[in-house]
């Protein structure tokens, strides 16, 4: 799906200093010439020397990479503020009604809902630009097909199927005295990064995001059956003291076997020979369960998740007597950004388009037009 609305990649602006030269002295035929020389010479190669590193990904990537922090202004600047704002219409699941809101409007109430307000700025900033590609990659303005949400509505407040919403009094009402803080807060992470989305070879990304990824993120193809390559398991650092880096659950090894048998009738659980029924090595290169075996059944390890109510697939099944003990590791499918990993790499100095770029493999910051 390629966006059919031109879009600009954000530039930095630096500036140059110019001199006065002063005098009457003429030039010679020969000076003249030279003269003429050197400013043609000037045009060619000042250029590349002034925007050296911001020819794409990979310049980006690199300066990330050695600094910790993206090449990218983080103030509003060129094409920002006059991007599109288009008005939206986005159904609301909970009143079963339609809302119209304006692009940068929505974008407040989904990184409200989605993202923490005491987290770092630089990480609020990262989640709007994820926000505002994810809603973005299916406007039929930008070139998509619609997020086929009731009553034909561009985006719904279903964050199951496209993105958490909260309206602004209902924000007011949650963060009490730290209201007005918390909303300036947010509405300054979305307007620095007004009209910002993150694109690879000139389309908009599926700009996945979850919340723990339990030290690494996993790869899109393990978990949606889609081979992306900016969707690629990368490390997470910083993540251990997060509230859903590692939980445990435990149940009967009776509940556990009828979970499962009443799920999947072949593996014919029984609660005294778990230990030998149960097998969960096969994994992922990021610790995540692909398929179990069950006794005589097979179960991939997102449907166990789901039937189990398990915070990730990266888990462990341990035996204890007539107990069954489940530890996880991390929040969420593990695709895409770690909120909680944006966060960690805010407060280590890095910038928005440094998490960006660590989080989504090889895309460019791009400026709707």
Known sequence: MRSTVPIRQGRMRPSVQRRRV??????????KLLLLLLIALMFILLPPLL???????????????????????????????????????????ESKSLMELDLEEYICGVVAAEMPASFEIEALKAQAVAARTFVCRHLPQFGGQGAGCPEGADACTNYAHCQAYIAPEKRQQNWGAQAQTNEEKIRSAVEQTRGQVATYNGELIQAFFHSTSGGMTEDCALVFTQDLPYLKAVESAGEEGAPHYQRSVTLSAQAFAQKVNAALPKAGLKADALQKQVDASNRS????VLQLRLGGATM???AFRTLLGLDSTN???????DQVNILTHGYGHGVGMSQVGADAMAKNGSDYGAILLHYYTGITISTLG
Do not use: C, M, W
């Open 22 to 31: 002063q005098g009457r002295r003429k030039l010679t035929l020969g000076g």
């Open 51 to 93: 925007f050296a590193g911001d020819r794409g990904s990979v310049n980006l990537l690199t300066h990330a990479a050695a600094t910790g922090r993206s090449p990218i202004d983080v103030s509003v600047g060129e094409g920002q503020a006059d991007a599109p704002n288009p008005t939206l219409k986005v159904y609301n699941t």
């Open 285 to 288: 290169g990021s610790g995540r």
């Open 300 to 302: 991939s390890g997102t």
């Open 315 to 321: 888990f462990e099944i341990r035996f204890y007597g």
